[in-house]
């Protein structure tokens, strides 16, 4: 090869070299330009830095933990704006179980309310308005006594009661609210007995139906205190019946299933209104007996010692020789008046020792005075009670004047005409305040008998 061929091939290599080196250059630099924005570019210099962070305390006082607490609300709050493709599925499925909840609250709200315990009452018989009006304070619509559908409702202790009373009360014709029933009835006498029983007996279908489930009497009895009949109606002896208030002193009374009540007062025989009694007044009459006289029968002797004592003037006397069954509006007024004017109201026995005169002589604020003698039948002492006659009338500790013979009658008047009038204001004080607590007594009894076997 020549020299001309020589120096051509070395002037190429020169420029392939100085290529080479271009080519070597451009990449180092911007190799080195990336390495710049990646590690240096998104920081700032540590003098940029020390400038801003003064300025960054004055504008920022968060402290540390609390920007962390920012931080992570903030990627909650990220996290929550993500899009769920089941979120309104999820959402419908809360509401339902957050509705089914609220509902199973409110069904065992209901559950766990105290439901009203509710007793009707059917009266039958006159003593139902003594029960009603007289030991439960009841009120009855319409005020019309002779209306033939009466009733009332009231609420004592725990217990919610509505009265049913008239001749238009009859079987299938009352409107039933309740599983328990009080059926106030009258036992006396043969035709009450049967009107009675067929009350039982549609008593006994309703609880055959399921519609009762506890039955109680209020039964006004036999004077003579045979009250066979019922008897079989008794739960324990395979009848319905779970309870029985019974009036005069029955062998029967246990104090169990079976429980003594007051023959309390005659049929209308008013709620006495004792700002018009005279308490603090003196009466014009030491005594009085306004009644019935059978022949052979203790009163004509009362009758007797009156009159031969000369004791008549001191006391106000009216006697006929005939039971009427029904007062009239006249003669229930001079009955009241003459309570109301007399110290002493006289009490002799009738066919039973009980009687509504020792009651309504309470009412008036004037002292009974009882014939304490047993009369013919079968009453007398029980397995709980051995002070007949008169056994819860004595038990409740009545203040009344106990006799066994009338004879006792002129020295009880002459210490009569001895008391001042302040003793006496005294007394009737006492029997007033007494018949009242008797009469709330009863009324808590009867109501906790009731509710302890109902309910």
């Known amino acids: 090869m020549g020299p001309a061929g020589g120096g051509a091939a070395t002037t190429m290599r020169l420029m392939w070299k100085q290529a080479a080196c271009f080519l070597v250059f451009v990449y180092c630099f911007f190799s080195i330009y990336a390495a710049y924005i990646v590690f240096f570019r998104g920081q700032k210099s540590p003098r940029a ?55 199973g609250f409110q069904k065992q709200i209901l559950q766990n309310r105290p439901k009203q315990k509710k007793v009707q009452i059917w009266s039958k018989a006159a003593i139902g308005l003594y029960l009603w009006q007289h030991i439960l304070g009841g009120q009855l619509t319409p005020g019309d006594v002779t209306a033939h559908w009466r009733e009332g409702e009231l609420k004592a202790g725990n217990l919610h009661f509505r009265f049913y009373t008239g001749p238009d009360v009859v079987p299938g014709h009352i409107p039933l609210d309740t599983e328990n029933l009080v059926l106030v009835l009258n036992g006396r006498e043969e035709g009450k007995i049967k009107f009675a029983t067929q009350w039982l007996h549609y008593v006994q279908t309703l609880l055959q139906t399921h519609k009762l489930r506890h039955v109680a009497i209020v039964l006004l009895g036999s004077e003579q205190c045979d009250n066979d009949w019922i008897e079989p109606y008794l739960r324990k002896h395979g009848g319905f019946i779970d309870l029985i208030f019974l009036v005069y002193d029955s062998p029967w ?54 009159r031969g004592e000369r004791l008549n003037t001191m006391c106000l006397i009216s006697v006929r020789e005939q039971w009427l069954p029904q007062e009239t509006s006249e003669s229930l007024k001079k009955y009241q008046e003459a309570l109301l004017q007399s110290d002493l109201t006289l009490c002799p026995v009738g066919i039973n020792t009980e009687c509504y005169r020792i009651y309504e002589a309470c009412s008036y604020g004037s002292i009974p005075v009882v014939e304490d003698i047993m009369t013919p039948g079968q009453c ?51 029997v007033i305040e007494w018949f009242k607590q008797f009469r709330t007594q009863l009324r808590q009894k009867f109501i906790d008998l009731l509710e302890n076997r109902f309910f």
């Open 49 to 103: 830095q020390r400038v801003a962070a003064p300025r960054e305390r004055k504008k920022d006082s968060t402290l540390p933990w609390q920007k962390i607490e920012e931080q992570r609300d903030l990627q909650q709050s990220e996290q929550d704006n993500e899009w769920n493709p089941w979120e309104e599925d999820e959402k419908t499925e809360d509401a339902l179980q957050h509705k089914a909840q609220l509902q």
């Open 253 to 306: 009374v246990n104090e169990e299933d079976v429980y003594q009540w007051p023959l309390g007062v005659a049929t209308n025989f008013p709620i006495v209104d004792l700002n018009n009694l005279m308490l603090h007044s003196s009466r014009p009459y030491l005594c009085n007996f306004l009644g019935t006289v059978y022949k052979g029968s203790s009163r004509e002797i009362l009758l007797d010692v009156l």
């Open 380 to 430: 007398g002492n029980s397995s709980v009670f051995q002070n007949a006659p008169l056994r819860l009338l004595k038990l409740m500790g009545a203040p009344f004047i106990f006799i066994k013979d009338w004879k006792e009658l002129p020295a009880i008047l002459e210490k009569e005409k001895a008391m001042s009038l302040q003793e006496k204001n005294q007394r009737r004080r006492i």
